[in-house]
């Protein structure tokens, strides 16, 4: 079955940098655009970044762009998102999502279980 | 603040049916899928419905989706206790050239 799982997620302080990493496994992973997602605690979902299948393309929030870096390496099946400029503001559960079909840079169908970070002084 | 616009709350009693909105506009639900989320209290969130309307495998028929334009609906019949969660839609927005989601709406069954 398809598993998606998060890890490197703790507390930072401002300022500072993170890399969150997702292995994904049951599904060929170099066929399938991924996302971030975020949820501050309580709150809402927020899509963070994307990348295509082939690593072609990556796409990003507004509230990220600069900041935030999706990155894929499919000869392990991972992803990851490397965390630069940490705000308050940036402090949530981060999923992992891999998208409906392949090829295409479409929704998410299967998240992981998320990994916490935390942005305090 | 999210593009999409959905209402904040719902209810309805057991056996009830309910239907959940999502307004956007040209750019994402008007040109694009919708894909609509259950997240239950502590968990990730799980996909209800793609491309519109249609149902994963193992996800009950009690819950339908519907688009019209720039806005899309989630129908839950036959509420159950455990339909109780948040409910997001989302869609690609052409604009942003990025997913953007609802602000969601919790269910609550009276």
């Known amino acids: 079955q398809i598993q998606l799982v998060e890890s490197g997620g703790g507390l930072v302080q401002p300022g500072m940098s993170l890399r969150l990493s997702c292995v994904a496994s049951?599904?060929?992973?170099?066929?399938?655009?991924m996302h971030w997602v975020r949820q501050t605690p309580g709150k809402g979902l927020e899509w963070v970044a994307g990348?295509?299948?082939?690593?072609?393309?990556?796409y990003y929030a507004d509230s990220v762009k600069g900041r935030f870096t999706i990155s894929r390496d499919s000869s392990k099946n991972t992803l990851d998102l490397h965390l630069s400029g940490l705000r308050p503001e940036d402090t949530a559960v981060y999923y992992c999502?891999?998208?409906?079909?392949?090829?295409?840079?479409?929704?998410?169908?299967?998240w992981g279980q998320g990994t916490l970070v935390t942005v305090s002084s | 603040q999210s593009v999409l616009t959905q209402p904040p709350s719902a209810s309805g009693t057991p056996g009830q049916g309910v239907a959940l909105s999502c307004s956007g506009s040209?750019?994402?639900?008007?040109?694009?899928?919708v894909f609509w989320y259950q997240q239950l209290p502590g968990t990730a969130p799980k996909l209800l419905i793609s491309?519109?309307?249609q149902r994963p495998s193992g996800v009950p028929d009690r819950f339908s989706g519907s688009k019209s334009g720039t806005s899309a609906s989630l129908a839950i019949s036959g509420l159950r206790s455990e339909d109780e969660a948040d409910y997001f839609c989302?869609?690609?927005?052409?604009?942003?050239?990025?997913?953007?989601f609802g602000g969601g709406t919790k269910l609550t069954v009276l």
């Open positions: 040209t750019s994402n639900i008007g040109s694009n899928y």
């Open positions: 989302a869609a690609w927005d052409d604009s942003v050239r990025g997913v953007l």
């Open positions: 990348i295509s299948y082939d690593d072609s393309n990556k």
């Open positions: 999502g891999k998208v409906l079909q392949p090829y295409y840079i479409t929704l998410i169908d299967d």
């Open positions: 491309k519109n309307n």
């Open positions: 049951g599904f060929t992973f170099s066929d399938y655009a």
